[in-house]
């Protein structure tokens, strides 16, 4: 691996393996190389290779070149013991033929920082047929930018959640909104009705001249414009109900019986039901058991 005491094999002598044009080559690339022979002896490393190791004080020739790749791997232990044998193997079964490469990222601790690497091995073909080739491509920059897209994610992530439950949050306030705004129509409609409206009816029974007449058919009409909301609905629904219809259905939906219905509207208790009868068939509740009133107050 890139970090470790690598040990020259006594009375080994290593010649050049590549010529100065093949050098040029290798020394160009900004990946770390190594030739290996098939005992895992590191026979030609590029510039980069050797600039690696000055800047993290490797001890020995910086080149590497006579040192035994594979037993430093074998050899290694503490938290990096995992990765080194893992390489190890990977590297023997290319040699041995078992695989055409091996690759694998390795974290690499330096004095300075934590670096990634991309390792992959190769099998070199020619006279030696069981040498490799080794490239450790620094790709720390690319796990950063990774990490910093995952970071981005998880942001991203939470603020779709806040803004979930701030919609949910809001969507819960306009329904209640709405709910409140029904209760108080409802409220209104009712108070309306039952305590003004009904005597309104019963004061047109009494002496009145047409003065007072006026006035009070003049309160009426506009108490009836307060109240309105009920018929906009209902007309909005496509229900075609006749003014009397929709008075009958506003104080049904006020929770008032038949008998006070008919005592409000100044009409009979047979009209009443006349008219229950026709709002259920106009509503399509006829071969239904559902409850007027209720159905009614659905419409908000």
């Given at each position: 691996m890139?970090?470790g005491?690598?040990?020259?094999?006594?009375?080994?002598?290593?010649?050049?393996?590549?010529?100065?044009f093949?050098?040029?080559?290798?020394?160009?690339l900004?990946?770390?190389?190594?030739i290996?022979?098939?005992?895992?002896?590191i026979?030609?490393?590029?510039?980069?290779?050797?600039?690696?190791?000055?800047?993290?004080?490797?001890?020995?020739?910086?080149g590497?070149?006579?040192?035994n790749?594979?037993?430093?791997?074998?050899?290694?232990?503490?938290?990096g013991?995992a990765?080194?044998?893992r390489?190890?193997?990977?590297?023997?079964?290319?040699?041995?033929?078992?695989?055409?490469?091996?690759?694998?990222?390795?974290l690499?601790?330096?004095?300075?920082?934590?670096?990634?690497?991309?390792?992959r091995?190769t099998r070199?073909?020619?006279?030696?047929?069981h040498?490799?080739?080794?490239?450790?491509e620094?790709?720390t920059?690319?796990k950063?930018?990774?990490?910093?897209?995952?970071?981005?994610?998880?942001?991203?992530?939470?603020?779709?959640?806040?803004?979930?439950e701030?919609?949910t949050?809001?969507r819960?306030l306009?329904?209640?909104?709405?709910?409140?705004?029904?209760?108080?129509?409802?409220r209104?409609?009712?108070?309306?009705?039952?305590?003004?409206i009904?005597?309104?009816?019963k004061?047109?029974e009494?002496?009145?001249n047409?003065?007072?007449?006026?006035?009070?058919?003049?309160?009426?009409?506009?108490?009836?414009?307060?109240?309105s909301?009920?018929l906009?609905?209902?007309?909005?629904?496509?229900?075609?109900?006749t003014?009397?219809?929709?008075?009958?259905a506003?104080?049904?939906?006020?929770?008032?019986?038949?008998k006070?219905i008919?005592?409000?509207?100044?009409i009979?208790?047979?009209?009443?039901?006349?008219?229950?009868?026709?709002?259920?068939?106009?509503l399509?509740?006829?071969?239904?058991?559902?409850?007027?009133?209720?159905?009614?107050?659905?419409f908000?």
């Open positions: 890139q970090s005491i690598l040990e020259k094999d006594e009375g080994e002598s290593i010649s050049p393996l590549i010529g100065p093949d050098r040029r080559i290798i020394d160009s900004s990946a770390q190389i190594a290996l022979d098939k005992r895992g002896i026979l030609e490393t590029n510039r980069a290779w050797q600039e690696f190791g000055l800047k993290n004080d490797f001890p020995g020739d910086v590497a070149r006579g040192l790749y594979l037993d430093v791997c074998d050899q290694a232990s503490g938290k013991a990765v080194a044998n390489a190890a193997q990977g590297i023997r079964s290319v040699m041995k033929g078992k695989s055409g490469e091996f690759s694998m990222e390795y690499c601790d330096t004095p300075t920082q934590n670096m990634w690497f991309y390792m091995v070199i073909d020619g006279p030696e047929p040498s490799v080739l080794i490239c450790h620094n790709v920059p690319l950063l930018a990774e990490e910093t897209i995952r970071e981005r994610e998880r942001e991203l992530a939470l603020k779709t959640l806040n803004l979930e701030i919609n949050a809001l819960v306009v329904e209640q909104r709405e709910k409140d705004r029904r209760d108080l129509e409802e209104v409609v009712s108070n309306v009705r039952q305590l003004v009904r005597y309104i009816e004061m047109k009494t002496h009145l047409d003065h007072q007449r006026m006035l009070l058919g003049i309160i009426e009409s506009h108490l009836k414009d307060v109240i909301p009920f906009q609905k209902a007309s909005a629904l496509n229900i075609q109900l003014p009397g219809e929709i008075q009958v506003t104080l049904v939906k006020e929770g008032l019986t038949t006070e008919a005592g409000a509207l100044n009979s208790a047979h009209a009443v039901d006349f008219h229950r009868k026709n709002i259920r068939s106009k399509g509740l006829n071969r239904k058991k559902s409850n007027l009133r209720s159905y009614l107050i659905s908000g």
